[in-house]
């Protein structure tokens, strides 16, 4: 009973006070008494438990009110009230959480805020999207941990869309140790060394389902370490030097997307342009990405990247060769 009433005592502290609010010895008496069967507890007990929780490493300040009264508040209880928002906000705009899902979790974020700080919780981000999540990610990322911490290859059936918007799921047996979970552009990815091939892998976890766990395996796979910006989660086929003429107006941007790795310099030629060079891995999703800029960003070097952005800009521009340039379609009556 004695564990019973401490543990009681912390979690009226932790609904009840924060770093304004407080509570006398008698309101946790008529807690204990209004809402389980501990009823006549002495002020002396409490005020043992008091300390025995102190003494426990938690943080409980006291105050002295009018006629001797000591008021006690607990706080810093683990998380601060902002970092507790954060997680809570960072829940509602998971697109991957189903709904359920999402109140679960934030109802244990909430037993640790008091009833104050959670009425300010109410005012929750929300995403602007429908669909809910068409597997367990959170089922999922379990299993895959589990996976890479028995140190135990995987098998698992992996997702694509057909043209009918269904997802097909195909299996084979994978020669394949997960190395690592990345989070990157709002998607989790698993990253594996396959040992056929000694290539690195990615696939979406939210795309994998039937995870299985394979034989036991001692390597333990090691993933290249980066010297420059990648751009999405595929491996680069190199890293490579990249000067670019860049528009003015997208100069955070770049500095947003190259980091540590970028350096900028004034075009001397126009001022509304910036010379930005970095370390950039090179791949298919490089020249896509310098297309989503238009006109507005010009490889300057190396040349043989400049070469294959000019190749690949001809081959979009064939696909529209029977659109003739500078005139309007013809509307027929």
Not at 26 to 52: A, K
Not at 159 to 168: E, H, I, L, T, V
Not at 258 to 273: H, I
């Amino acid at each position: 009973m004695e564990h019973e009433r401490i543990i009681l005592i912390y979690e009226y502290l932790s609904r009840n006070t924060d770093e304004e609010r407080d509570v006398s010895i008698r309101d946790i008496q008529n807690h204990l008494e209004s809402t389980t069967n501990l009823s006549r507890v002495s002020v002396l007990t409490i005020r043992r438990d008091l300390e025995r929780l102190m003494t426990m490493g938690n943080d409980i300040r006291t105050r002295q009110g009018a006629h001797n009264t000591t008021y006690y508040r607990l706080v810093g209880k683990g998380f601060t009230f902002n970092e507790i928002r954060f997680l809570v906000d960072s829940i509602s705009i998971n697109k991957f959480l189903s709904a359920r899902q999402k109140q679960t979790l934030i109802k244990k974020f909430e037993g640790m805020c008091s009833a104050s700080e959670v009425r300010q919780l109410i005012s929750r981000i929300s995403l602007n999207g429908r669909g809910a999540p068409s597997l367990d990610l959170l089922e999922n990322l379990e299993k895959v941990h589990g996976v890479i911490s028995e140190s135990r290859k995987i098998d698992f059936d992996y997702g694509k869309f057909d043209a009918q918007r269904r997802m097909n799921y195909y299996s084979k047996k994978r020669s394949m140790i997960p190395a690592k979970v990345i989070f990157f552009n709002d998607r989790f990815y698993l990253k594996c060394l396959d040992t056929e091939t000694e290539q690195v892998r990615t696939y979406r976890i939210d795309r994998m389902k039937n995870i299985r766990s394979g034989e036991k395996t001692s390597r333990r796979p090691q993933l290249p370490k980066y010297d420059g910006v990648v751009l999405d989660m595929f491996e680069p086929e190199s890293f490579e030097l990249v000067r670019l003429r860049v528009r003015q107006v997208l100069l955070n941007d770049m500095l947003e997307q190259f980091g540590e790795y970028a350096s900028v310099r004034n075009d001397t030629e126009d001022p509304a342009y910036v010379i930005v060079s970095a370390r950039i891995g090179i791949n298919d999703s490089f020249y896509r990405w310098v297309m989503r800029y238009g006109r507005d960003i010009e490889v300057l070097a190396p040349e043989r990247i400049r070469r294959t952005l000019a190749e690949t800009l001809r081959d979009v521009l064939s696909l529209y060769g029977d659109t003739a340039p500078g005139k309007d379609d013809d509307h027929a009556d």
